[in-house]
Nanobody
Framework: QVQLVESGGGLVQAGGSLRLSCAAS????????MGWYRQAPGRQRALIAA???????NYAVSVKGRATISRDNAKNTVYLQMDNLKPEDTAVYYC??????????????WGQGTPVTVSS
């Protein structure tokens, strides 16, 4: 299991953009999928974007059309580009590995996350 460190968060005005990075301590090449999650104050952490080892992507309705997840296996890094940010995107953003065990997606250990605050 790799260790993950998120970065790139900050304070941004509504309509702005951020690029979040998730650096892994080891190879992500063979990991089934990598995901970006977020947890807003008072709410549960939720998956918002995922990318499989083959490059297939999937997005939550809340970010579809505004988010782009990508991975650079050579750098063991996963990115999340967020555009047209809205105040409701304010949250702590986390990445994690997703391994399918007996058909069940299973997440690894959580990192510290990177906070994003969108001002109106």
């Amino acid at each position: 299991q790799v260790q993950l460190v998120e970065s790139g968060g900050g304070l941004v005005q509504a309509g702005g953009s951020l690029r979040l990075s998730c650096a892994a301590s080891g190879s992500i090449f063979s990991i089934d999928a990598m995901g970006w999650y977020r947890q807003a104050p008072g709410r549960q952490r939720a998956l918002i974007a995922a990318i499989t080892s083959s490059g297939r992507t999937n997005y939550a309705v809340s970010v579809k059309g505004r988010a782009t997840i990508s991975r650079d296996n050579a750098k063991n890094t996963v990115y999340l580009q967020m555009d047209n940010l809205k105040p409701e995107d304010t949250a702590v953003y986390y990445c994690n590995q997703i391994t399918v065990v007996n058909g069940i997606p299973t997440e690894g250990s959580w990192g510290q996350g990177t906070p994003v605050t969108v001002s109106s």
